[in-house]
């Protein structure tokens, strides 16, 4: 399925970690010691957007001329996000939600949101890339590469994906006993362990879903700040799953 537009392409239940640091050249001599072998490359982009300061508010005597607007809910911010394995599609996170659209992070602020579009209520903050090497080992895969914020390196990023299972919510124990032989000996930051539950989202797991996970280790990782999202309890539930 993969790579057809317009499809939900589905995937293996997946687990993503975020570890403080350069890891990767020590993660990815592990996973040679355990027998994993390299199959390609990966890419993951994330554009993180922030609302637009709203307008001055209007002087006294111009508000005696012109009655004031109803108030409008806050907007929220905005993830915008792109996969290397699907590059026809990215995926709009905002407020827990998730929306798969045709095309590529280009034209993004093109995209609407509502009546307005996300150049218009939005602007850019922040650029965040994930990229290395992606290894095969028996039902799963594991993609070890850099986090970048801008310029800046934001530490390693470990995705584990168990290919048998592809249901939302299945297959979570393998994938933690999984990820702790990987990190054996490491300190993990955040932990996103369990497949997101969203409006809309399908029970089989796919990008969607993995996008959602991204969001929650950034903000889980303190890595971007979310208005709304329960940052902290995010990242308690990150520490609770690494410890368990």
Not at 159 to 169: H, N, V, W
Not at 174 to 182: E, G, H, Y
Request: proline fraction near 5%; charged fraction near 20%; charge should be neutral.
């Amino acid at each position: 399925l993969y790579r057809q537009p317009g499809i939900y392409v589905y995937m293996g239940v997946c687990a993503l970690v975020h570890l403080p640091g350069a890891r990767e050249a020590a993660l990815s001599a592990r996973l040679s010691a355990i027998g994993c072998t390299r199959a390609g490359r990966w890419r993951t982009h994330c554009l993180y957007f922030k609302p637009k300061v709203a307008a001055a508010a209007p002087s006294a005597d111009a508000a005696e001329i012109a009655p004031t607007p109803p108030l409008e809910p806050p907007l929220e911010e905005v993830c915008v996000l792109h996969y290397s394995e699907r590059p026809e599609v990215y995926f709009v996170c905002r407020a827990g939600t998730v929306q798969e659209r045709l095309g590529d992070l280009a034209g993004v602020e093109a995209c609407t949101l509502g009546e307005s579009t996300l150049g218009e209520t939005h602007s850019q903050r922040l650029r965040i890339t994930a990229e290395g090497a992606e290894f095969r080992f028996g039902d799963f895969i594991v993609r070890l590469g850099g986090l970048f914020l801008n310029a800046s390196v934001g530490g390693t990023v470990v995705e584990a994906e168990y290919l048998p299972c592809s249901r939302a919510g299945c297959g979570e124990a393998v994938l933690k006993d999984f990820v702790a032989l990987l990190l054996e000996g490491e300190a993990a930051g955040f932990v996103a362990g369990e497949a997101p539950r969203a409006a809309g989202l399908p029970r089989r797991f796919g990008r969607g879903h993995a996008a959602l996970q991204f969001v929650r280790l950034l903000r889980g990782s303190r890595l971007v700040q979310l208005s709304s999202d329960g940052g902290e309890a995010e990242a308690e539930l990150g520490r609770r799953y690494a410890a368990s």
